[in-house]
């Protein structure tokens, strides 16, 4: 792995793939340390968009080790399923792991391992479906957006929540302090400067609010708005699959 490609956030599909894998163990704690606690706020607030209830199927792409696929699953029981699919066997293992520790019943989540853009599920199967901090990653974005849309029924909706660049200060610079300088430092501490220095270049290079909506709009959703939060450090973007 380059450190130009991770500097730049572009590397290749099996690069990301081992990443995961191998900080699959600190991702959790991480991820609490980094956003102060508040991206299970963030995912609860995704969980909401995409408006499903009892009974109802949703899929969670990226679903990494399980976190918003447990928040829908609040949402859609008793009688609903949640599907949540990964690239990463490790991530997943974790995933129900902590399934078995919460009492979550193993049929109605489910973790599978996918590739997001070859999903495994035939067309209009899911009510609705998310990808939570996942979406920067994928290797062809508009392919992955078009997966998503194929996998849900007309009618359902599609949420997104990712982070995004702000673009005024004060916190554009508190962003590029916090993300280019001590998240590197974090993830050294943590034994993986590599991966938590290619985090913030890949939000970096990931298309602004605007321009997701658009991408969405071309992968076959309407109606679509995008909410900032975080103080525009966070993004969550909800879409419906055009019928």
Known sequence: MSNS?????LLEEPQVQAMFDRIAGIYDRLNSVMTAGLHHQWRRRAAD???VGPGDRVLDVATGT???AFELWRR???????VGADFSERMLELARAKAAV????EAPVRFVRANALELPFVDGEFDA???????????DLDRGLAELAR?????GRVVIL????????PLSTFFGLWFDRVVPVLGRLAGDFEAYSYLPSSVRRFPGPEALAGRMAAAGLDRIRYILTGGGIIALHVGTVRT
């Open 66 to 68: 399980g976190d918003l």
């Open 151 to 155: 996998a849900v029924r007309p009618g």
């Open 102 to 105: 919460r009492g979550v019943p």
């Open 76 to 82: 859609v029981a008793p009688g609903g399923q949640v």
């Open 49 to 51: 968009l995409a408006s």
């Open 129 to 139: 479906a998310t990808v939570g901090f996942g979406l920067r990653n994928f290797s």
């Open 162 to 169: 990712e982070m995004t660049t702000p673009q005024r200060p």
């Open 5 to 9: 490609a991770v500097r730049e956030g």
